[in-house]
């Protein structure tokens, strides 16, 4: 009798492990699913990637740009006083030295160039002082032929103390076009000083002061004394 009763112990107790067994595997098994849905949500909730190539413009230009260049004739400004090449009668002197471009346009719209000019401006023995305005011109033409505009512009220089100056002029040009089959290729953009028929006659000639004309000259070192 003691051995029926002990099996009945037996089977009831196996009775009350199995449920909390397979309860504990389906909580296992749950809290593995979870953290996997936990860990995809948290893939999904990162931050995309930026892409290593910088996306292109959406639409391209209609056609190329105008060809933009500094008129040789008017790149420098030198003034000399009474007219004669020598670097004491140098003034004011002024070179563009670069300009950068870019343009927009598409279907029939105008064309759009935006420009940095680079100036460099000096003062020589003959400048009376520290500010100057200089002035300047863009013009735009029908390639190697008429001007169709130009424009005048001041630039304001203050020194200030120094003998030479940088100034970047940024600029916007606006050309109208014909018609949609007009490209920029047909136009072309010159830069250059508003300079005097001397001035441009010295600037043919190819001869320069360079903007830091004027400058006082290191002096020259005294030679030794012959040793004895």
Do not use: H
Not at 63 to 70: D, T
Not at 109 to 120: A, E, K, S
């Amino acid at each position: 009798m003691r051995r029926v009763f002990t099996a009945l112990a037996a089977l009831s107790i196996a009775a009350s492990v199995l449920p909390v067994a397979a309860e504990a595997q389906t909580s296992q098994r749950q809290r593995e699913r979870d953290g996997q849905q936990q860990q995809a949500s948290g893939e999904d909730a990162a931050p995309a990637r930026a892409p290593r190539i910088a996306p292109l413009r959406r639409r391209a230009n209609a056609g190329p740009c105008p060809y933009v260049k500094i008129l040789y004739d008017a790149a420098r400004y030198v003034e000399l006083e009474g007219g004669r090449a020598a670097v004491a009668n140098v003034g004011y002197t002024g070179e563009i030295e670069g300009v950068a471009s870019d343009c927009e346009y598409r279907e029939a719209d105008p064309i759009r160039v935006d420009m940095d000019v680079l100036f460099n401006l000096g003062r020589g023995p003959q400048a009376t002082g520290e500010q100057r305005t200089y002035r300047y011109w863009i013009a735009v033409t029908e390639r190697n032929n008429a001007i169709l505009s130009k424009e005048y512009f001041d630039l304001p220089v203050n020194f200030e103390g120094q003998r030479t100056a940088s100034v970047t002029e940024k600029r916007t040009i606006v050309i109208p076009r014909a018609g949609i089959e007009t490209s920029g290729s047909n136009f072309e953009i010159l830069v250059g000083f508003d300079v005097t028929p001397e001035m441009a006659e010295f600037n043919r000639s190819g001869s320069r002061f360079r903007v830091n004309a004027g400058t006082t000259p290191a002096a020259p070192t005294p030679a030794s004394a012959p040793s004895q």
